[in-house]
């Protein structure tokens, strides 16, 4: 059977627009969507909601993956009781500061 497949960055190049809050929860494949290939897309989303399944992904690679590329973590449970893992970007933030500023 042939499956036709689309990346991350034609996904995020074809909206034409900033992605605002990425939902990822896909039982493990997180491993290979952050690991694997071109993450140029990461640089297009400012939050990422992820829940990672630490029995089948590097949980403490991924998480630091993410910072590197210039996300703030947050773990689940620390913003509230029920939280999952939150990521901001640094970006995202400096510019919310800049026009608070102005």
């Known amino acids: 059977m042939t499956v036709t497949t689309i990346t991350m960055n034609e996904i995020v190049d074809s909206l034409g627009c900033r992605v605002n809050l990425l939902k ?53 449970g620390e913003l509230w009781p029920t939280s999952m893992d939150f990521f901001v970007s640094r970006q995202i933030i400096a510019t919310q500061e800049a026009l608070s500023l102005s």
């Open 24 to 76: 990822l929860d896909i039982e493990g494949g997180e491993q290979d969507l952050l690991t694997q290939g071109d993450v140029k897309w990461l640089s297009q989303v400012d939050a990422i909601i992820a829940e990672f399944h630490p029995d089948v992904v590097d949980y403490p690679g991924l998480t630091q993956l993410l910072e590197d590329h210039g996300f703030i973590y947050h773990p689940a």
